[in-house]
């Protein structure tokens, strides 16, 4: 199916974009109509890519609300964070369809995007978007999340994953991808308890710390999901 026939079988395209657009003014994050209208863009496109697996939602609506919404919390997320920076760098580990770094992106186009994805079909995909998008200023890597050579030299002022690997597992890889003062956003089902045992010690071997949990609920849904916010400790603590 072509982009053009799913957006035409989009018959709820105004009434979802309206109810994202609610969501994410509830989140602090007013939404321009040209950037919503690009949200459904990239949504749409991911329903009418049939080659590399992405989702199940065959919907751009449901493609919208369940997936492209975790990214817009993250951006709203990350804006009351870096109130102070105007381009920021940001790497999404494990970006898949690139739900976090793509929306994110189109959110805060000031904001310098690494899309890090170790699959070739969805690298593929993601090179794609980002070339109908016109997303300048963002950069992709092919490579493992788990580093199996020497750890990357390079460093961020936020990192962001999102079903990747599990908490304990995830943190050790991006905490040293933090430059001082990052922000390490793991979007979680709900907030994590920080004195669990072993993210504990898993926060203690990763020289982490929790700063805060962000909750929110995406678009028609009563649920409630977290963003877990994770920065280096404080080497005098």
């Excluded at 929110?216 to 963003?227: D, G």
Aim: some cysteine; hydrophobic content about 50%; proline content about 8%.
């Amino acid at each position: 199916m072509s982009r053009n026939d799913v957006v035409k079988s989009w018959p709820s395209k105004a009434r979802d974009l309206k109810s994202f657009a609610r969501a994410a003014l509830e989140w602090g994050l007013p939404i321009a109509p040209e950037l919503l209208e690009r949200l459904g863009e990239y949504a749409a496109f991911v329903a009418a890519y049939e080659r590399a697996n992405l989702t199940a939602e065959r919907s751009p609506g449901a493609v919208l609300l369940k997936h492209v919404a975790d990214g817009a919390a993250g951006a709203a997320c990350l804006k009351r964070e870096f109130i102070s920076f105007s381009a920021p760098e940001v790497l999404d580990l494990g970006a898949g369809a690139g739900f976090l770094g793509i929306a994110l992106k189109i959110l805060w186009p000031e904001a310098r995007v690494t899309l890090l994805e170790p699959l070739k079909r969805r690298f593929d995909f993601l090179n794609l978007a980002i070339l109908r998008l016109g997303l300048a200023g963002t950069r992709l890597v092919q490579k493992p999340a788990r580093p199996k050579a020497e750890p990357s030299t390079v460093v961020y002022d936020a990192v962001l994953a999102k079903a990747v690997l599990p908490l304990p597992e995830l943190l050790p890889l991006a905490i040293p991808l933090l430059r001082r003062g990052g922000l390490f956003a793991a979007f979680q089902s709900a907030p994590p308890d920080s004195a669990a045992p072993l993210l504990r010690r898993t926060l203690e071997k990763s020289s982490a710390r929790l700063v805060k949990s962000w909750s929110y609920r995406r678009p028609l849904e009563e649920k409630e999901r977290a963003v877990a916010l994770f920065g280096r400790r404080n080497p005098a603590l």
